[in-house]
């Protein structure tokens, strides 16, 4: 059953692997029309990304794997390396998944200090926080373009208090 951590790091090796001289090949051998509906398809409708699809008997489709930042920053990741520069009307296009829903979701997980966490009102944590901002700039949504001002501004101010220069 194909997931979306073992896509990512199948198209990382297949990356790493490619010849200095030809890179542009590296992906040659996957379908990525394919691979980029499938991907679509693993959205949720908050936004958010699964891991896994499974056709559950008299139910349809279900997106297995929990709201989890990881699978935000894979699906960014997968979507980043094989849509390429591919515009609609030229060969290889294939539609997008919803990258505003998808930044909306993440900002959503922001806590009160500027972090991120499972939601918004969770302790804030690198991990998150990694894969968040990561997802954002894969978007070309780079967070001081996308965080509220205010937030922006509270976070230096709260690395003062209660320090010797507070």
């Known amino acids: 059953m194909a997931n979306a951590p073992g896509t990512l790091f199948a198209l990382q090796l297949l990356a790493l692997l490619a010849d200095e001289d030809g890179p542009e090949g590296a992906f040659d051998g996957v379908d990525r029309v394919q691979t ?13 990304f699964g891991e896994v699809l499974r056709l559950l008997p ?41 990258t505003e829903k998808l930044a909306s979701y993440i900002l959503s997980s922001q806590t009160y200090d500027g972090g991120f966490a499972g939601s918004s009102q969770e ?10 901002i990561s997802a954002l700039s894969l978007l070309d949504r780079p967070l001081w373009e996308v ?11 709260s690395r003062h208090e209660g320090s010797a220069a507070g």
């Open 147 to 157: 965080t509220p001002r205010k937030a922006r501004m509270r976070m230096p101010s």
């Open 36 to 48: 980029l509906r499938w991907l679509r398809r693993l959205q949720r409708e908050d936004g958010s």
């Open 123 to 132: 302790e804030p944590h690198a991990g998150y926080a990694y894969c968040a």
């Open 58 to 98: 008299s139910q349809g489709w279900f997106i297995g794997g929990g709201y989890d930042m990881r699978h935000c920053y894979i699906a960014a990741s997968i979507r980043w390396m094989l849509r390429g520069g591919v515009k609609e009307g030229e060969p290889g296009w294939v539609e997008d998944f919803d």
